[in-house]
């Protein structure tokens, strides 16, 4: 029997050798290719996958028939000819290439067919079902051909209105099937992402909607759309904060106990956590450990003073292309220049706003039920103002923009330093005038110049700690990316050093870092009283350092408007969009690296 059925797929539908393809070709990814083949690239040689709404709800319908291992009867039982209902079958086929779980196989002796689940609605189209959903089950009843059964068509069942839809494996369908597998097997040894698809409504449900980018990529080729807003994922959570020195970590069920002295002082649900960070000895659990790198939860540490150490995620990213990409260009001394100009343009860009739109006029002590910190991305139309200076000094913002200028125009990195460098003078000689004035108009908190390792005063000591946060946000978020936040472009590489989250920080340092001193500062939630100074140095105390990390957390929380693509997103989402648009540009998609420029 076994013969005459493998019979029915003759030689020319085997799948074609590709030079440098090993594997089989999951059945669910030949969907996605015939869908969309940017997705099938992304979800498969990329290692990318994104939960929404829509693909939660796909898993719960399949837990069902995925429960058990279903198994189909070998061509000498004796019971051969009986009925055939088997759930959850996995089959593969090296001559086709391709392997699937099928969901549902049924039948009667060798005449077999596939079943397979969706969970919407049966469309009304003239084939009874999209191409997509049709060339998956076809795959599926090709395997079980060459596993020797009589398979001439296959059922989508729709559980949205609960209808079996009839497919029939015609010579047309089938065609489409092979040409489908051959395509997504050339497209695997590419190493070249597809295009997005064009202004299509195949994107806004999809799943990695996110990761994509798909309108970013057109419009930063040149082509004339709009950019749709990326939002940000539902349930990602809240980094949890452990700064008690003697705090261990456990888990318990589904929550993370916070226990000191084994006596439980905190918890919180792993569902709600998107980071995990130790400060100083905490320790943490095994068990909890696994469950965190089971989850992707990044398990950040640092010294009980703030500096980044490290942080441990599971097997991270496997997008080998995007580090490819990193390392070549990375010993191209014209790209290393390239980017390092742009961003410390944009760096002393954003920090001439800071300084223009939070510029204290008065020396008298505010109202503090009325303090107010306009920060960039927030202000309105009306507040916005296009002469050089606006409240600041005329003299300083055309200095200001002068070093943007030479920055944009240096050309060597040993002339960049010294730009940055002397920009940087610039802005932390004036940043107590973005700071209110208090106790008989005495300044309590003063700043006469930049100084660390380990800072002297309060404001260097929360600068020192929110730029070590910012250090690890943006590690996190290159790491999740795929790329290597050790192998920068502008920081040189240095043993321990991240140097990628340094050069990717330095847009931000003014917009999140130094507006979180400005606004723990101004609002009161920081007091001279919270820092301990001694002869070597300043540092925050335990309640002040909790009350500055919640004011960071805000800040990475707040929404701002993008300067390019106009639609609103948070900061810790726009560090992702950053990271994956420096990833499409490493990689070649688009033409250049947009830095976030803020009015």
Not at 71 to 82: G, H, I, K, Q
Not at 371 to 383: D, H, N, Y
Request: aromatic share 8%; net charge positive; proline share 7%.
């Amino acid at each position: 029997m076994a013969g005459s059925e493998k019979s029915e797929v003759s030689d020319p539908g085997a799948a074609k050798p590709v030079l440098g393809f090993t594997g089989l070709i999951p059945v669910r990814i030949l969907n996605e290719y015939v869908y969309c083949p940017r997705l099938a690239y992304l979800m498969w040689v990329q290692g990318e996958f994104a939960h929404n709404a829509d693909t939660v709800e796909g898993h719960i319908r399949h837990k069902r028939v995925d429960r058990e291992n279903g198994s189909l009867p070998a061509e000498t039982d004796e019971e051969a000819e009986a009925k055939i209902h088997a759930q959850s079958v996995s089959l593969s086929s090296e001559r086709l290439g391709i392997t699937a779980k099928i969901d549902l196989v049924e039948g009667e002796g060798s005449l077999v067919t596939p079943v397979d689940y969706k969970k919407g609605k049966r469309p009304h189209v003239a084939a009874g079902a999209y191409a997509p959903e049709r060339v998956q089950v076809c795959a599926q009843g090709l395997l079980l051909r060459e596993h020797g059964f009589s398979c001439d068509g296959g059922v989508l069942y729709f559980h949205g209105s609960r209808e079996r839809v009839p497919v029939r494996f015609d010579d047309e369908l089938i065609a489409e099937t092979l040409a489908g597998i051959q395509g997504l097997r050339q497209l695997a040894v590419s190493s070249q992402t597809p295009p997005p698809l064009a202004d299509s409504p195949k994107c806004a449900r999809c799943s990695l909607l996110g990761i994509c980018l798909p309108d970013e990529v057109r419009f930063l080729n040149r082509c004339q759309v709009a950019p749709r807003p990326v939002y940000a994922a539902a349930g990602k959570g809240l980094p949890l904060y452990v700064q008690a020195p003697r705090a261990y970590l456990r888990k318990d069920g589904e929550q993370i106990v916070v226990e000191e002295k084994k006596e439980k002082i905190a918890e919180a649900r792993l569902n709600d956590v998107s980071q995990v960070v130790l400060y100083g000895s905490s320790g943490i659990s095994t068990p909890l450990l696994h469950e965190c790198m089971t989850r992707e939860i990044p398990v950040t540490f640092l010294s009980y003073g703030g500096w980044f150490v490290g942080h441990m995620i599971g097997t991270g990213h496997k997008n080998v292309g995007n580090r490819t990409g990193q390392y070549r260009a990375s010993f191209d001394p014209d790209v290393c220049l390239k980017l390092a100009r742009n961003w410390v343009a944009a760096k002393i860009a954003n920090c001439r706003t800071l300084l223009r739109r939070n510029w204290k006029l008065s020396p008298d002590p505010p109202d503090q039920d009325k303090v107010e910190c306009v920060l960039p991305g927030e202000e309105t139309e009306a507040q916005h103002d296009d002469n050089d200076g606006g409240k600041a000094p005329r003299e300083l913002m055309l200095t200001m923009r002068n070093d943007i200028g030479q920055a944009a125009l240096a050309k060597s990195l040993e002339t960049l330093l010294g730009v940055e460098g002397n920009s940087a003078r610039h802005y932390f000689q004036n940043f107590t005038r973005m700071l209110s004035c208090n106790h008989d108009g005495l300044k309590v908190f003063d700043l006469s110049a930049r100084n660390r390792r380990p800072p002297k005063d309060p404001i260097n000591a929360m600068l020192s700690f929110a730029y070590a946060m910012l250090t690890r946000e943006w590690t996190v978020a290159l790491s999740a990316v795929g790329l290597d936040p050790y192998r920068g472009f502008f920081h040189q590489p240095r043993f321990g050093r991240p140097a990628l989250a340094l050069d990717m920080m330095e847009p931000f340092r003014p917009l999140v870092a130094d507006s979180a001193v400005i606004m723990a500062v101004n609002n009161g939630e920081v007091r001279p009283e919270d820092f301990v100074t001694t002869a070597v140095g300043c540092n925050l105390k335990a309640p002040g350092r909790k009350r500055f990390i919640a004011a960071f957390e805000r800040r990475m929380e707040q929404e701002i408007t993008h300067p390019i693509f106009k639609y609103r997103v948070s900061y810790r989402r726009l560090f992702e969009v950053q990271a994956r648009l420096l990833a499409r540009y490493l990689t070649g998609e688009i033409p250049r690296y947009p830095n976030f420029v803020t009015r």
